[in-house]
T-cell receptor, first 112, second 114 residues
């Protein structure tokens, strides 16, 4: 079946550091891939998405590239801010079912 | 403001006492869904609804019921709650259930069953 694996957290970084959160997936066919972010006390919200291989999704300085050859969708940001502290979820949509498959989430804490 | 509204935000109850968590969206979305979020397990889908009067089980439906009598509302019902249903619950909606229709989430309901 479809599944998403994210790196374990928590991840603690200093402000302006480079961020990478790894995400790999298992799926048949050609899934769409997403990153959602959950700020403290809130629901998840879409951060970025990519719907086909080699697409790059970007938003708020975050980027992720859909790599079919390595079945990966790693999230990156060049310079994190304290306000980026949140839980980040990688998700997969198989385009043939009715649910997204979410990873377990990676908690990010950015310190001043 | 376009939003998904869940109530209550926090709920403490005892084993066996029926409860309902409400969910309402004002975006005329056809698709609605319930998830539970547990440490180390991420988000797991409980039930979903493709449209009015159409509901189906997700990955972890045991112990839950839902109904979709109106497009905007999708309540989650626990007929006889048990401690293993202590969790953080999220309602979500989207215009349709396709990859081009990302989910909009409510702010969550933290349920504790003692």
């Amino acid at each position: 079946g479809n599944s998403v694996t994210q790196m374990e957290g928590p991840v603690t970084l200093s402000e302006e550091a480079f961020l990478t959160i790894n995400c790999t997936y298992t799926a048949t066919g050609y899934p769409s891939l997403f990153w959602y972010v959950q700020y403290p006390g809130e629901g998840l919200q879409l951060l970025l998405k990519a719907t086909k291989a080699d697409d790059k999704g970007s938003n708020k300085g975050f980027e992720a590239t859909y790599r079919k050859e390595t079945t990966s969708f790693h999230l990156e940001k060049g310079s994190v801010q304290v306000s980026d502290s949140a839980v980040y979820f990688c998700a997969l949509d198989s385009n043939s079912g009715y649910a997204l498959n979410f990873g377990k989430g990676t908690s990010l804490l950015v310190t001043p | 403001e376009a939003q998904v509204t869940q109530n209550p935000r926090y709920l403490i109850t005892v084993t066996g006492k029926k409860l309902t968590v409400t969910c309402s969206q004002n975006m005329n979305h056809e698709y609605m869904s319930w998830y539970r979020q547990d440490p180390g397990l991420g988000l797991r889908q409980i039930y979903y609804s493709m449209n009015v009067e159409v509901t189906d089980k997700g990955d972890v439906p045991e112990g839950y019921k839902v109904s979709r009598k109106e497009k905007r509302n999708f309540p989650l019902i626990l007929e006889s709650p048990s401690p293993n249903q202590t969790s953080l619950y999220f309602c979500a909606s989207s215009p349709y259930r396709t990859a081009d229709s990302p989910l909009h989430f409510g702010n969550g309901t933290r349920l504790t069953v003692t």
